[in-house]
């Protein structure tokens, strides 16, 4: 079988529309919301702040504590509801040790850093538009980083490597594989990779160079977003 | 917080408030409608820097046996951990439930929806509104924030496609919800001796006692009463003519929305 021309016409290169802003959220440390075509993700920052229960502090160091939720009516179908679940769960495990290797908390020994992310709307990919926010509202809320992260899922349509599946490619009739990845700006290192589909080795590969190349454009809308942000508070035009 | 209760009720005693404004004011209040296309409705609504998202998913279910002819309403409040740093993860706590029921009371009692028309088949079939209504910041007012953003959600709310029982979620027809009512919500605080509307997150860490009067057209549908301290029938009547007269600024914004269905 072949995928001649994707189903809302874009590029294979090509990601959906992206869309970010820091700061939206006045009450926590750091916030931002980013868009990429209907999949909506905000992520809120809290900390470093005291954390409790006191067996869950780390002595060297501080830890970050991801809490993943897809709101009640973001999704497709029926109501989600709210509340953790396992996927959540899986979802927010991934999302820590995506943005762990960027963050240096060695100044913050038994403090926790609190990102919470929560999706009003979604058309997949959610977890890569939840890192993207995420390491963003990082940034805001002045936590020591050594890198950016960003995500976007890669992956195969029958014969197609293409990059940012969206809802109806992932259902799509054939075979598909939806590889969700995070990188590291300056390395170009994976710090989240998962898939569920089915895909030869050279596909593969192919499917994460690719990702490499495009997550670029994300990193210069993340840049964007923090310096709209420190650009008005300094008392710039927005 | 004896401290700022006292640096409140000076500022009170001068007509003003922290952010500047008079005890009656209202922040700036913005209505937006279909925030989340995958919701059947849905809003968002901001009072200054509170911001509230609320939508409203349809499904089909069985009526309740004691309203066989009618659908059924639930109504549920996430007050996110993102909003505030005072809220945690987890299971609603006791503020989440009181808010979602007030919310839920105010609907209910008003009759906002017409809720014969959702029945599908007596005793048999319904269609089952869920509004949800989940904080993005606490910036002070949820209760009447997040009464407006479910009022909003529930008049951007298009009934789905029914085919052989099941939903078509997606494929939304150009039927609303049938809705007959608009219940405000208005919730009035006593510092002292001043009532104030609209409050702030300092204010409530510090008021005495509160009512929440929601009505539609100029009659009260529900009250709740919060807080540890006591109302005088004086306080009450005061409290519900704001209540009644202020319901009207609120309003307003929901026909200027843009975005209206």
Redesign the interface.
Known sequence: MTYPKRIDGRKLNETREIEAKAGI????DG?AMFRIG?T?A???V?GP?NLYPRFLQNPREGIIRV?Y?M?????????VR???SRRSKEISMVTEKALLPVLNLEEFPNAVV?V?I?L????AGTRCAGICAASIALADAGIPMKDLVAAVSVGRVDDKILVDLNYDEEAFEGKVADIPIAIIQRTGELSLLQMDGEIEKEQLIEALKLGQETITKIFEVQKKALKEKYHAENGGEE | MKQLKSQITKGLEQDLRFDGRKPLDWRKIEVEYSISKNAEGSARVKFGDTEVLAGVKLSVGKPYPDTPEEGALMVEAELTPMSSPEFETGPPDIKAIELARVVDRGIREAKAIDMKKLCIEKGEKCWMVSIDVVTINDAGNLLDVSALAALAALKDTKMPKLEDETVKYGELTKESLPLSKEPIAVTVLKIGKFLVVDPLVDEEETYDARLTVTVTDGSICALQKGGGGTLSIEDVQKMVEIGIEKAGDIRKHLGKAKGAK
Do not use: C, L
């Open positions: 959220i006045k009450r926590a916030s209907k909506v905000y992520a809120a809290y702040r809490n939720a709101m009640p009516f973001s999704s497709k179908g029926e109501r709210p509340g953790p609190d919470f929560e009003p709307q979604t058309d």
